[in-house]
């Protein structure tokens, strides 16, 4: 604490020494390239060229690092993030770290792991899996259910905790963002083409979902202390996108599962809509408000859906409209306020950066400022940033004629 001190101290003082600013050069510096990485399960995944993830990217001029695999658990990735060097790599340089998990560790035991029972592998369709589900089928599964879950919830809570609890540690910089999970059954039952008797013993199935992702007690009497979306709601050092609110909908709202997903294939991977849905809804939690918008406004325009979304679901037509009206903004090195001259101004803010980070607080500048604050360019923040904007901004109010890129270079950066 007393060297951030000095540190302000000093930056305070050379304020009241010169308020000259110093313009950048027509050969600005541009800053390394801002780094996206995508770990998890369907809620990223996707068989396509386009994802949530490479929205993501795209809107903010990034490289992108795609590790997401449709049936992941939450276990899965994390042995991965704990022994893929490659990952582990990728996850240091990362600016932004987008994440999905959870899904496929409550589905599996239920639509997936009951073969005597429910066998989803063996159906191409949601009406011939629900209709293969009768009522006598469905009661007998429920008791396995009740018995085995509230286990199954909370190895998933801690593989969840562990998970993010690992990324952080590998990276005190990124925004991580990890979306809530939505109810892979979260549909319109009135549209699925099978008789009330199983529609009934489907929608007991859904609700019970519900309780293993919110918490509660089922009508089997499974109990679910911390359900998986109250556990990634109350997570540390994260931005959550809770899609999963958005998805079920509210009293008297459709359930949005045959829009958004393409589950009626009992395909769980995203619509194009549903894709463009959960990029903006991770744009807007961790408040990424400066990029392309224009991505995002001609991924909407060319779903067609930008005439349908706002009936079925105002607020995530809103969320989309939003990120689509951002601008890009060009950060050169060093003008982290993108006023294009390297000021006290940069430095201070670099500084402020580091010690919201140090304290495990939200970031207040954006991937690409804290890519232009990044002096020595070892993916991170520190006071060392901090010091050398300072110097090259004093030597060249004393007068001199300093090379920027030269300057960093003998100072090291990379």
């Known amino acids: 604490m007393k060297k951030l001190w000095k540190t302000m101290t000093a930056l305070g003082c050379a304020a009241a020494v010169s308020a000259q600013i110093l313009p950048l050069t027509a050969f600005a510096i541009e800053p390394t390239q801002v780094h996206v990485l995508a770990l998890g399960d369907e809620g990223l995944a996707s068989a396509a060229d386009t994802s949530a993830a490479s929205y993501v990217a795209d809107y903010l001029g990034a490289t992108l690092s795609d590790y997401t695999q449709t049936g992941k658990k939450a276990s899965d990735l994390l042995t991965e993030v704990e022994s893929d060097a490659a990952l582990q790599a990728d996850l240091v340089q990362a600016d932004v770290i987008l994440l999905s998990v959870g899904v496929n560790d409550l589905a599996a035991p239920i639509l997936y792991e009951n073969a005597d029972l429910l066998d989803a592998s063996q159906y191409t369709s949601l009406d011939d899996m629900v209709n293969a589900l009768s009522t006598s089928s469905a009661l007998l599964l429920n008791d396995r259910l009740a018995a085995s879950m509230p286990a199954i919830v909370e190895s998933a809570n801690q593989s969840i905790e562990a998970l993010v609890q690992a990324i952080y540690q590998k990276n005190t910089s990124a925004d991580i963002i990890i979306q809530t999970v939505s ?3 979260a549909v319109e039952f009135t549209k699925i083409n099978v008789s009330d008797n199983r529609r009934w013993a489907f929608h007991q199935l859904y609700e019970y979902m519900e309780v293993y992702l919110n918490g509660g007690k089922t009508t089997n009497n499974a109990v679910i202390a911390e359900g998986v979306n109250q556990k990634i709601k109350s997570l540390p ?3 959550v996108s809770d899609f999963h609110d958005a998805f079920v909908g509210a009293d008297g709202e459709e359930a949005l599962g045959f829009y ?3 589950i009626a294939s009992l395909d769980m991977r995203f ?3 549903g894709k463009l849905v959960a990029a903006a809804s991770a744009l807007d939690a961790a408040g990424l408000t400066v990029g392309n918008g224009s991505v995002l406004a001609d991924a ?5 859906e930008n005439a349908t979304l706002p009936a079925l679901r105002a607020s995530l037509d809103s969320v989309i409209r939003t990120a689509a009206g951002n601008a890009q903004t060009v950060y050169a090195l060093g003008d982290v306020n993108a006023d294009a001259a390297v000021t006290l101004d940069d430095a201070f803010l670099t500084l402020q950066q580091y010690a919201y980070s140090a ?3 939200k970031h207040i500048l954006q991937p690409a400022q804290r890519r ?5 360019n070892d993916g991170k923040l520190s006071m060392d940033d901090a010091f050398l904007w300072l110097q090259y901004y004093s ?7 300093v090379d920027l890129e030269a300057f960093l270079v003998k100072n090291g950066r990379n």
């Not at 232009?372 to 020595?376: E, I, Q, S, T, V």
């Not at 030597?395 to 004629?401: E, F, K, L, R, Y």
């Open 271 to 273: 619509t194009e809509i």
């Open 372 to 376: 232009a604050a990044d002096a020595d």
């Open 260 to 262: 958004l997903t393409n």
């Open 300 to 304: 909407y325009a060319a779903t067609g």
């Open 183 to 185: 109810n892979p059954l």
């Open 359 to 361: 304290a495990g607080g």
């Open 237 to 239: 050092h994260v931005s």
């Open 395 to 401: 030597m060249c109010a004393a007068g001199q004629d």
